[in-house]
């Protein structure tokens, strides 16, 4: 029995984990919140690198993953072509803004991307960009602290922070020149879409990636030998694992998941 490896600076990735679990209700996991070394999104790509490589190497000698989730934009961009070259055997998926689906959304041809400032200055996001409908106008907003109020589920923050960071993108709404989509290009983000929702209007669509992800693992696996996808009824569906304190991944897995065993906390090096 090997389980799907998942892991993120946080309790971000939880978002893409809800996902998994739907898409392959059959699967178990083990999650890794890299909490202890992050936030990710504005530390210098080296660091993320790092850590990266650690955490992977990490779930495949440890664990034995059938497969790899990388539930962070930041680390995706940073790390995921040198997971891929490391276990080239591996599937491996990795998750970026949703800009393609946004473009094929947006009625008024305005986007809004909101993402740490990391994964804006990446080369990847620069790629994923060029290769958009020039038709689209992409407006590109980092939002420094939010990955960190939402960690810490500081609610004020997380209110000061969201309102500032929508009202920096400009007119938001369906009529002509208005922005009527808004990606959410961080995997914690998702975790704030209620705020998000309130303060951007309800003719504002907000589109993460978790799903896209999910099913993209979900065909991976059926097409390598498909282990990931039996599971062992005696053990809980998700092992925790935090190299931070506990308390933010307990606290997050109680409110947006079912059924999780305790979170164990350990060293990643
Ligand atoms: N959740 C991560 C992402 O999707 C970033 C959070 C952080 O800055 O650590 O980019």
Redesign the pocket.
């Given at each position: 029995m090997q389980p799907i490896g998942v892991f993120?600076?946080?309790v971000?990735?939880l978002s893409v984990l809800k996902a998994l679990r739907q898409t392959l209700p059959q699967a178990q996991f083990v999650y890794v919140s890299d909490a202890g070394h992050?936030?990710?999104?504005?530390r210098d790509v080296q660091h993320v690198l790092e850590r990266s490589a650690a955490i992977g190497r990490y779930l495949v000698q440890n664990h034995r993953v059938s497969a790899l989730v990388v539930a962070?934009?930041?680390a995706t961009a940073a790390a995921i072509s040198t997971l891929r070259a490391d276990y080239p055997s591996l599937p491996i998926v990795g998750?970026e803004p949703a800009l393609k689906p946004a473009a094929a959304r947006t009625r008024t041809g305005v986007v809004g991307v909101l993402a740490?400032r990391s994964?804006l200055a990446s080369e990847k996001f620069a790629a994923l960009l060029q290769a958009q409908d020039p038709k689209v106008r992409f407006v590109l907003q980092a939002c420094d602290g939010l990955?960190a109020a939402i960690e810490n589920a500081d609610h004020a923050q997380i209110h000061q922070l969201c309102a500032r960071y929508t009202q920096a993108l400009g007119p938001l709404g369906s009529g002509a020149g208005e922005m009527d989509t808004v990606v959410l290009g961080?995997?914690?983000y998702t975790f704030a879409a209620s705020v998000l929702s309130t303060l951007v209007g309800t003719d504002v669509a907000l589109m993460d990636a978790g799903l896209p992800v999910a099913q993209r693992t979900a065909s991976l696996l059926q097409t390598s030998d498909g282990d990931g996808l039996t599971a062992d009824k005696t053990e809980p569906w998700v092992e925790l694992l935090t190299t931070g304190s506990p308390t933010a991944l307990e606290n997050a897995a109680r409110q947006w998941l079912d059924g999780t065993g305790a979170v164990r906390q350990l060293n990643i090096v």
């Open positions: 993120d600076s946080g971000g990735g992050a936030p990710y999104g504005e962070c934009n930041t998750v740490t994964t990955a961080c995997t914690h």
